[in-house]
């Protein structure tokens, strides 16, 4: 009797060390064109937050119809777990509307913060918020913000923006263009900070972004360095390495807060694609072979609670199942 007592115990213990490292506050990092390349390379100049983070994976990434990704499907994989073709923002290849995690983790009362160095209506940050048969359709993309409820945007400029500005202040966004501004906004006002003319580097965005998200019960908040990509496809070595140091910087933020709220939070840091196809050379030399995309496998760096579950070879598509299982807000 006393035996399967004890054995009642373990279980009850068990079971609460496994409710505790359910994380409520989750970090999705993307580094837009960021491969296993662009790490290394970077990591010969200059010291990254994230290449000592205790979990490891690497995630497959090729499109529905497409050895080579494009971001949108790689987006659309990313947040919606599911395979499209190459242009298409959060639809299956058949057209069909697919929802994004971000929307479940606001429907479960998490807060949700959506964020990028590029304008918040291109593909990556657009697969979590919008759906639509291209990611060149710009002012449909936009015109998803505000309906979308999410509590906190920054990007630069709209690429088409029309009436979206005078749209999103009706539903009851502040927009933000200056520090001034964002100042005066209410701290419990959803925000669309305009990073116009660099005046919040990414971890600036990421802090702010933190303090009008953390709340008790959760938030969900993806993060994309989406310059990376740019830099790769212009084949701009010195582009790289400081685009992968800003990245680097905005997940530094993300640990600080992690350390102080271990038991409740998880960072994944991941990429879309690679871009560029960089490679190493002796004496720290950097060559190119495209300025395309490439189809090789990204990795995936994970610490925190749950983060064990990142671990090993993956698809694209698992990591959001994977987040998904941590639905923990309500």
Sequence with gaps: MLNIFKIYVVIAIAAVLALAAQPKNIFLF???GMGFAHVSVAEAFIPLSFTQFPVLGMAANRSANSYVTCSAAAATALATGVKTNN?????????????????????????????????????TPAAFYAIDRSRDNYYSIASQLAPSGFDFFAGSKLTDPRDVNEKIIQAGYAIVNTKEELAQAQPAKKILMHNVGKVWTLADITK???????NSHGFFFMVEGGKIDWAGHNNDSAGVINEM?????????????????????LIIV???????GIALGD?????????????????VFAIGAGSEVFAGKMDNTDIPKKISKFLTCQ
């Design 208 to 214: 702010i972004g933190i303090e009008r998200l953390d």
């Design 270 to 276: 991941t990429a879309d694609h690679g871009t560029g």
């Design 283 to 299: 004496k720290r030399k950097i060559a190119w072979t495209t300025k395309g995309h490439t189809g090789e496998a990204v990795p």
């Design 245 to 265: 140091s800003g990245f680097s910087q905005a997940v530094a933020v993300a640990l600080e807060f992690y350390k102080k709220h271990p038991n409740e939070t």
């Design 30 to 32: 993307i580094g837009d």
């Design 87 to 123: 242009g298409m923002i959060a639809m299956d290849p058949s057209g069909k509307p697919l929802k994004s995690i971000a929307f479940d983790f606001k429907n479960a009362g998490c807060k949700i913060g959506i964020a990028t160095t590029v304008p918040i209506d291109h593909a």
